[in-house]
């Protein structure tokens, strides 16, 4: 009998005549019936356990073939860290084949400076088991490196313990480049305010005013001592100023 009462089978000792077991064979048909429950279970649990593997390998068919008809680019990660799969779309993106995949090959489509700055970040994002993302920048198989966002998700088991991770990669290569347009338009904006209001005090149009302002924008960047000369009440002190403000727009070119 198993451990839960239920019936395996019967083990009988025949005799030619009429007597009682002794306790040796009632000792041989117990450890006959506990020698036969130890096969038959080991044989039920390596039944159970080819059914188990066969479900699981079908479950995973079923969930790569889901994944591949993903549009984004898709990466299977172990609790480990290290790679375990990449989807159709991934590797069409890459230009990498699945055998490629997991190896230094795949690595190398990752941009090194990227690789550098967030391997630490990475690895302690995964310590803590929670969902994470960052950007970095991924060679495209025609070789120009764009942006993706890459969002990290976690798959646990049902005592909550992460048993994988899934990485998934959206191009954000024109958002990019459009915020570092901004960035820089910003930057040239700024740059012509500061030019507008660093004479904010001057007021006139005559050609020699003009010549003097001219003369101020050349000369400010450079921080060369600068000698003012002028009668009384001509406004020695506000062309001081705008230079002094010209030269403090430019002092972070220097650095």
């Known amino acids: 009998m198993t451990k839960n009462g239920e019936v395996l089978g019967t083990f009988a000792?025949?005799?030619?005549?009429?007597?009682?077991?002794t306790d040796a064979e009632i000792q041989l048909i117990e450890a006959a019936g506990h020698i036969a429950l130890i096969a038959i279970e080991r044989?039920?649990?390596?039944?159970?356990?080819?059914?188990?593997?066969h479900e699981i390998a079908k479950s995973e068919a079923e969930l790569r073939t889901i994944i591949d008809a993903i549009?984004?680019?898709?990466?299977?990660?172990?609790?480990?860290?290290?790679?375990?799969y990449a989807n159709q779309a991934l590797l069409e993106y890459t230009g990498l084949t699945k055998e490629e995949v997991g190896t230094e090959r795949f690595r190398e489509v990752f941009h090194p400076e990227d690789t550098d700055r967030m391997r630490e970040q990475r690895e302690a994002a995964l310590s803590r088991g929670l969902p994470f993302e960052y950007e970095r920048r991924v060679r495209r198989r025609d070789g120009q490196y764009r942006w993706l966002l890459v969002q990290y998700n976690p798959l646990r088991n049902e005592q909550g313990k992460v048993?994988?991770?899934y990485a998934t990669g959206t191009d954000?290569?024109?958002r990019k480049k459009g915020e570092e347009?901004?960035?820089q338009e910003n930057v040239a904006l700024r740059e012509q305010i500061d030019q507008v209001f660093m004479f904010d005090e001057i007021v006139g149009s005559s050609p020699a005013l003009k010549a003097v302002l001219s003369s101020i924008v050349k000369v400010a960047p450079t921080g060369s001592t600068v000698l003012i000369t002028g009668e009384n009440g001509t406004g020695k002190e506000l062309i001081a100023r705008a230079i002094?403000?010209?030269?403090a727009a430019c002092w972070p070119c220097f650095h």
Do not use: C, M
Request: proline share 4%.
């Open 13 to 21: 000792l025949y005799s030619s005549e009429s007597r009682i077991p």
């Open 43 to 53: 044989q039920r649990s390596r039944a159970a356990l080819t059914t188990a593997l």
């Open 71 to 84: 549009p984004q680019l898709v990466v299977a990660i172990g609790a480990d860290g290290n790679l375990l």
């Open 163 to 165: 048993i994988r991770w």
């Open 172 to 174: 954000i290569d024109e």
């Open 181 to 183: 347009r901004t960035q």
């Open 244 to 247: 002094h403000k010209s030269f």
